[in-house]
């Protein structure tokens, strides 16, 4: 069974690069055509999607984030990471990571796996 | 960039179908996922490619999609399906969700 843990600091402030990174345990973040993707919701409101990562490094991100976003996966360690750099307030929320849903040889482009979420604050 | 407008609220009475819809311009032409999340916690995929169920997802819930329209629609609603419930569609390589929907089972 597929788990995925976020870790990070849980206050970042203003105008510094919040990094978080996503532990998956119980199977490789190389197999299969999987993607793995960071989502947030800042409290009360919806889901945003901020971008996904490929095994490979491959990357595609919101274009509403896309100059302060980052993505990387370290293969070796089975995690993928997440900077997001000159916050402000607007960036706090809880930031969970996903993963996209295979089954069997099939692929799809849906998130089935998440992340418990971890809550970061942006404030001084 | 595109947009899916779900309804804030829908309420169902127990035992009754409840239908939460999600609009963006011909939708119909994408696929569309759905996701319910429950009070502190991680949103769970109820449905995928409009109408498909993943395995342990109740067959009470159904969806479909046309024209400029997705709909996820549960038959007997029951008091456990209580919850917020979100659209998601992809615009290119941008995955968008709605604004989610408060299904309230009163």
């Known amino acids: 069974q597929v788990q995925l843990q976020e870790s990070g600091p849980g206050l970042v402030k203003p105008s510094q690069t919040l990094s978080l990174t996503c532990s998956v345990s119980g199977g490789s973040i190389s197999s299969g055509t999987y993607y793995w993707n960071w989502i947030r919701q800042p409290a009360g409101k919806g889901l945003e999607w901020i971008g996904r990562i490929y095994a490979s490094g491959s990357t595609n991100y919101n274009p509403s984030l896309k100059s302060r976003v980052t993505m990387s996966v370290d293969t070796s360690k089975n995690q993928f990471s997440l900077n997001l750099s000159s916050v402000t307030a607007a960036d706090t929320a809880v930031y969970y990571c996903a993963r996209r849903h295979c089954s069997g040889a099939a692929c799809y482009d849906v998130f089935d796996i998440w992340g418990q979420g971890t809550m970061v604050t942006v404030s001084s | 960039s595109y947009d899916l407008t779900q309804p804030p609220s829908v309420s169902v009475s127990p035992g009754q179908t409840a239908s939460i819809t999600c609009s963006g311009d011909k939708l119909g032409h994408k696929f569309t996922y759905w996701y319910q999340q429950k009070p502190g916690q991680s949103p769970v995929m109820v449905m995928y490619q ?14 479909s999609n046309s024209g400029n329209t997705a709909t996820l629609t549960i038959s007997g609603t029951q008091a456990m399906d209580e919850a917020d419930y979100y659209c998601q569609a992809w615009d290119g390589t941008t995955a968008v969700f709605g604004g989610g929907t408060k299904l309230t089972v009163l």
């Open chain 2, 50 to 63: 409009d109408s498909k169920r993943p395995s342990g997802i109740p067959e009470r819930f159904f969806g």
